[in-house]
């Protein structure tokens, strides 16, 4: 090991002043047992950083054939292997000149590398992976009480879908409440569109019946009246998908239903088993469906239903957003197959969900699009050929 004498030789070979540097010097030599294969860098931002100090996890997932994720309890992270020219060196209890006393003097202190690195786990902030969710909750959808005593497969608990889902907690809870998913028994269900429809029927013929307002529906007389017909417990999940939940002066629960999801539940009933549709009928028929008092609106039908103006007569199809690719440039391609020209009003609803934090719809056609002209409107199509 090396004295302090000697390392002021050194510095005075290399002509360099002792008052330029760090009162503390490290005389670093390799323990009997250095390695580089047992340690692995991570770079953490200041919320990280102090999420694990707090004592909080996080958590890697990912199946053998997916690109791993890291987790947090609301966000997820790509993880990504980044190179560095610079040797990363591992020092067990490194005492830098900055956690000692500032009257030191001049000290030598003896160091070991147990462990170096040439990269870094480097994390980068990434939309959760949640389209396999409703696929695998899809393989045993709940069709009423006495059809899923009779149905078998596989049940998922959240445990269960947070070891399988590239997503944080919150994050995967959000998607099981956007995908209308419901728990029963501990285990979440996803209702069979066709019985979730034949519920929401029950409720909106309901309010019809009893002359209420829409926008209060109380509980306490649904579960009464329509407890008879469905599950109490389906009644109110489905009032919880399809409206706002208050409670009033009186201290009764009642629901404000929301028009937008009620028309969009309707219209997606209607088109799930047509190819295409012609828009004027598809209107009529649209608003004959709805409850009385209700309005429908194509702009409902955003990232949830296509219009394409340019057949003759003009027609609609389901197309929602859900069943379109995660990646981006797969979404990409995929809209692009559909349809070579896009206007950003049509294409921008189906790629919103692609945008990360601060990003535009706009900046992402500026990548992935290039545009031209078209009747005197601007229209996107693709950067490269697509396979058709």
């Not at 931002?45 to 997916?66: F, M, N, P």
């Not at 009933?269 to 609106?297: H, I």
Request: hydrophobic share 35%; charged share 25%.
């Amino acid at each position: 090991m090396r004295t302090l004498e000697e390392v002021q030789g050194t510095l005075q070979i290399a002509k360099l002043k002792e008052e330029d540097l760090h009162p503390v010097v490290h005389c670093l030599t390799f323990s009997e047992s250095v390695s580089s294969g047992d340690y692995c860098l991570m770079e953490l931002d200041e919320t990280l950083c102090k999420h694990i100090e707090a004592g909080k996890s996080l958590v890697i997932r990912g199946d053998k054939d997916e690109h791993a994720v890291l987790c947090s309890e609301d966000k997820t992270y790509d993880l990504k292997i980044a190179d560095t020219s610079n040797l990363l060196l591992f020092i067990p209890d490194c005492t830098t000149s900055g956690l000692l006393p500032q009257d030191t003097g001049k000290k030598l202190i003896q160091a070991q590398i147990s462990g170096f690195s040439n990269s870094y786990w480097e994390l980068r902030r990434c939309r959760p992976k949640l389209k396999k969710l409703k696929k695998l909750l899809m393989e045993n959808p709940y069709e009423g009480p006495l059809a899923d005593q009779e149905a078998g497969g596989t049940k998922y608990s959240t445990e269960d879908l947070l070891c399988v889902i590239q997503a944080s907690e919150e994050e995967l809870l959000a998607q099981l409440q956007n995908i209308h998913a419901c728990k029963i028994d501990g285990c979440w269900k996803i209702l069979d569109f066709e019985y979730e429809i034949q519920i929401l029927g029950h409720i909106t013929q309901l309010v019809d019946s009893e002359s209420w307002s829409f926008s209060k529906v109380p509980l306490s007389v649904c579960l009464e009246e329509l407890g008879p017909l469905e599950p109490k417990e389906m009644i109110e999940h489905c009032l919880n998908c399809y409206g706002r939940r208050y409670t009033d002066e009186a201290g009764s629960v009642s629901f404000a239903l929301n028009e937008d999801k009620v028309c969009q539940a309707m219209a997606q009933m209607l088109l799930q088993n047509a190819v295409k549709f012609n828009l004027t009928e598809f209107q009529e028929v649209w608003q004959q469906s709805v409850p009385e008092g209700m309005t429908t609106r194509l702009d409902q039908l955003k990232s949830m239903a296509l219009v394409d103006r340019a057949s003759r007569p003009e027609t609609i199809s389901l197309l929602r957003v859900e069943d379109l690719p995660e990646d981006t440039q797969e979404r990409f391609n995929c809209l692009f197959a559909m349809r070579e020209k896009w206007t950003e009003a049509d294409i921008a609803p189906y790629i919103q969900d692609l945008c990360g934090e601060k990003q535009s719809t706009g900046a992402l056609l500026t990548k992935y699009a290039r545009t031209s002209m078209q009747s005197g409107v601007k229209v996107y199509n693709s950067r490269r050929p697509v396979a058709t």
